[in-house]
């Protein structure tokens, strides 16, 4: 969905690190910044329909909005909770009840004073159905109330102890607007947010551009940010080249100075290159993996699943396709997820077996296409892809596992979509497979994805749960490790949640959420946010 977070390290100025976790170039404290200059950013991610990420919450919005919004909380690299634009935090005894204390003297680009009203009206915003979010609705659903204490101090209640709160709040889907631009027109809002952050949106050239202005008065960076006061970048130009090729093209002429969604092959090709950094910055939160719909058939049979996954060599097809720039998954959860719980030995690729599990599951027959037939029924999966979110490299994946499993007498159809019409299809359930990233700091996100209640749409439309997994005892398993305040018993309980989902054979986890930047070595200060790993132009400069 949204593409929803990581332990970042400093990459040096010139290295190109093509695996683990980077976090950008040098921060900007190790040299003489250069104040000024135009940074032009161009990403091959799909462009936001709202610049306003509380409307609707995918991964496009959040990154050109970590540059003009800020939320009340961040993360170092480490992971630990750092304080953004509150200063501190406190949870009562019974864990209903958090008060937050927001920095002094921060005003929104707009002039209006940051101030504990400010957190009143951003939570009603997202809760409100007519602002259609999903990914900060979601997170904010144990919220009942949110009340200004004193002018600097909001107080957040809830209807159950909520151990992923502050995880929640990092995000960039649930960051903190101007109460008073809010009370716009949603149209002119999703045209200009505004925020408190380094950048002012100034400018939205649809489908070519958006054209970000320096917040002179900025005073408000997070606690790990490696300067203070305004940023050192005069201008940001974001483009949209959805065009992989252009794009590496580009980045490799200077004509501009970063580029997202960077294809396996061109990582390859960039290693050669002198003047080229490869950031790789993994999004926590879930794995990229593809998720049975258990509520229709066939997939509401467990040996058709577990057949279907036998039958499906992810192995194979990612040595062929990603070129060693990432590893298989065999987890619900990201490899920067602590929590993670993987079971490799149910995912071996295994033909003989998936004929003997179909056979089983009374698909015996199979027609003169080689696929399989029960009561004169083809044994037919409909599989929409989002051209939006899923990168070349992955769709060509998806067409060698369409081959592999068709050896076990599986007909996927494959239906590229725009991010509309993807959104459309799983809407209407209209689906048996489907790749649906999400981004989410924290095991909270098994939450979002796998309990029951997730198969209910937000007011955006849009539901997470797509396997469409109905389990009383993984409900439970989720709510008890959200409610927990012990760190072990937490971890425990997405241990036994990640079982279940894994043992069910309810997803086909494949590799982490692809997530990796290529930047000039002109270029010093650039990195990704810990919390979920969208870029800042914060500490950023370009040498003259």
């Excluded at 992989?244 to 004509?255: E, I, L, N, P, W």
């Excluded at 997470?464 to 490790?481: C, G």
Aim: aromatic share 8%; hydrophobic share 35%.
């Amino acid at each position: 969905m949204n593409r929803l977070l990581p332990s970042l390290a400093t990459l040096a100025a010139a290295a190109l690190l093509l695996t683990g976790c980077a976090a950008g170039t040098p921060d900007s404290s190790s040299a003489n910044p250069v104040r000024g200059g135009t940074l032009v950013y161009a990403s091959g991610d799909a462009e936001p329909t709202c610049l306003d990420p509380h409307v609707g919450g995918n991964y496009p919005q959040a990154l050109v909005a970590s540059q003009y919004l800020e939320s009340l909380v961040s993360k170092d690299k480490a992971g630990k909770i750092i304080p953004w634009l509150a200063t501190k935090w406190t949870e009562s005894a019974d864990g209903l009840s958090w008060d937050f204390t927001l920095k002094k003297g921060v005003k929104f680009t707009d002039g209006t004073p940051l101030t504990s009203e400010a957190v009143v009206a951003n939570v009603a915003h997202l809760q409100d159905p007519k602002t259609a979010s999903s990914t900060g609705y979601l997170a904010l659903q144990k919220v009942t109330k949110v009340t200004a204490v004193d002018n600097l101090t909001a107080r957040i209640d809830l209807s159950a102890p909520d151990s992923a709160l502050l995880d929640s709040l990092s995000q960039t889907w649930l960051a903190i607007e101007s109460p008073t631009a809010l009370k716009r027109t949603q149209a002119v809002n999703c045209e200009s947010p505004v925020g408190t952050g380094p950048f002012v949106v100034t400018k939205w050239n649809h489908q070519q551009s958006i054209e970000l202005t320096r917040n002179d008065s900025y005073n408000s960076p997070p606690a790990d940010a490696a300067h203070s006061g305004p940023a050192y970048l005069k201008a940001i130009e974001w483009r949209f080249l959805p065009d992989s090729a252009s794009r590496y093209a580009a980045v490799q002429s200077g004509t501009v100075d970063v580029i997202d969604n960077v294809q396996p092959d061109t990582i390859i090709a960039a290693e050669k290159q002198k003047n080229l950094v490869v950031v790789d910055a993994p999004r926590p939160g879930a794995s990229n993996r593809i998720e049975l719909n258990s509520s229709i058939t066939p997939f509401d049979d467990e040996k058709v699943r577990e057949a279907f996954i036998r039958s499906a060599d992810v192995s194979g097809a990612i040595t062929s396709l990603f070129f060693d720039t990432t590893k298989r998954s065999y987890s619900p959860l990201s490899s920067v997820e602590k929590d993670g719980y993987s079971e490799p030995k149910l995912f071996d690729y295994d033909q003989k077996a998936a004929a003997k599990l179909l056979d089983e599951a009374g698909w015996t027959q199979k027609n003169a296409d080689g696929y399989r037939v029960k009561d004169g029924k083809v044994l037919e999966l409909d599989f929409p892809v989002s051209t939006n979110q899923s990168i070349p490299a992955e769709q060509s994946l998806f067409e060698q596992l369409q081959a592999t499993t068709k050896q076990a007498g599986f007909k996927v159809d494959l239906h590229p979509l725009d991010l509309s019409s993807w959104y459309g299809a799983l809407g209407e359930n209209h689906y048996n497979l489907v790749s649906a990233p999400y981004t989410k700091v924290g095991p909270d996100v098994l939450r979002i994805l796998f309990d029951s209640a997730g198969t209910k749409p937000a007011p955006s439309g849009y539901f997470a749960n797509h396997a469409q997994i109905n389990d009383p005892a993984l409900d439970t398993l989720l709510e008890n490790a959200a409610e927990s305040s012990d760190a072990a018993k937490r971890s425990a309980d997405y241990k036994k949640a990640q079982q279940i989902v894994l043992e069910g054979y309810y997803i086909l986890p494949l590799y982490d959420q692809q997530n990796h930047y290529l930047l000039s070595t002109k270029l010093t200060g650039f990195r990704a946010m810990p919390t979920v790993s969208t870029p800042t132009l914060y500490d950023a400069w370009l040498s003259r």
